[in-house]
Nanobody
Framework: QVQLVESGGGLVQPGGSLRLSCAAS????????MGWYRRAPGKQRELVAR???????NSASSVKGRFTISRDNVKNTVYLQMNSLKPEDTAVYYC????????????WGQGTQVTVSS
């Protein structure tokens, strides 16, 4: 069983910063990868950034150079530092955890709203 608890969303002006956190409670599994996805109004959910347990990362081209993902394997917590935020970053951000291996099951957080507006 995996439970994900997200925090850190909110309202920020363009050019501002936010830091999202997601803490995983895990029983009986190890976490292979954790990441962040987002869904903007009227759009499909998309990958924002992902990090595996060995530290390999990948991220969407739209956030490269602005967003940084990091992970504390001891605390089973993933962070997303978002800088230079733009209005188009407005979305509900969802934490994801894949357990076991690259072929393992996915678990999702409840989502946290990020709104970038002046």
């Amino acid at each position: 069983q995996v439970q994900l608890v997200e925090s850190g969303g909110g309202l920020v002006q363009p050019g501002g910063s936010l830091r999202l956190s997601c803490a995983a409670s895990v029983t009986g599994f190890s976490i292979y990868a954790m990441g962040w996805y987002r869904r903007a109004p009227g759009k499909q959910r998309e990958l924002v950034a992902r990090i595996t347990k060995d530290g390999t990362t990948n991220s969407a081209s739209s956030v490269k150079g602005r967003f940084t993902i990091s992970r504390d394997n001891v605390k089973n917590t993933v962070y997303l530092q978002m800088n230079s935020l733009k209005p188009e970053d407005t979305a509900v951000y969802y934490c994801n955890a894949r357990v076991g291996s690259v072929y393992g099951n996915d678990y999702w957080g409840q989502g946290t709203q990020v709104t970038v507006s002046s």
